[in-house]
């Protein structure tokens, strides 16, 4: 089971990439995402009709003690920063972990972050965007099988084509 928490979502400034952030997770092999920070109910909706749509079992909820989620985790803790130990050196170490929370930050990440995740991990130690991050760590977590994973229930399933779109509807 893999959990995604977007730390200190803002709603007026967020929304738009806390909402990426949960639509990455999902598309890339996490089960479910949860949103700390200000309370947005809008967005958890949002994230819960996609995945109503598109399949699978990913859930989304609202989590206002940030702190208490992280330490009652019963996993290994993974934060994505640019400052910590290079994605490659430690991604054979998580391969493998059945239950894992990786920890996604909005606004400036509180320190106590650092010493509570088991692992700070970079996927480059250049400034980047929280989304690529986490889509390439789960691409390299997965060993990119993710991006075979078949979503149950899907109202809406893409056919692949060369030009245009197909689908077919449920």
């Known amino acids: 089971m893999i959990c995604v928490l977007r730390l200190g979502h803002r709603k007026a400034r967020d929304k738009r990439v806390t909402t990426h952030v949960a639509l990455v997770a999902r598309a890339f092999g ?3 995402v949860m949103l700390s920070g200000e309370r947005d109910d809008a967005v958890v909706e949002s994230i819960k009709k996609v995945s109503k749509k598109w399949g699978g079992r ?4 609202y989590e206002k003690n940030w702190k208490k989620a992280l330490r009652g985790f019963k996993g290994t803790t993974v934060h994505l920063t640019m400052y910590g130990l290079p994605l490659c050196d430690v991604v054979g170490k998580l391969r493998g972990q059945k239950n894992m929370m990786v920890i996604v930050g909005a606004e400036k990440v509180p320190r106590e972050v650092y010493s509570l995740a088991d692992f700070n991990v970079s996927v480059t130690s ?10 390439v760590f789960l691409h390299e977590f997965f060993s990119g099988k993710e991006l075979d994973k078949k979503f149950g229930g899907a109202e809406i399933i893409l056919e692949p084509s060369a030009k245009g779109k197909k689908f077919a509807r449920k």
């Open 58 to 61: 990913f859930s989304a909820r």
């Open 30 to 32: 996490a089960d479910k």
């Open 126 to 135: 250049q400034p980047h965007s929280e989304v690529a991050a986490l889509a």
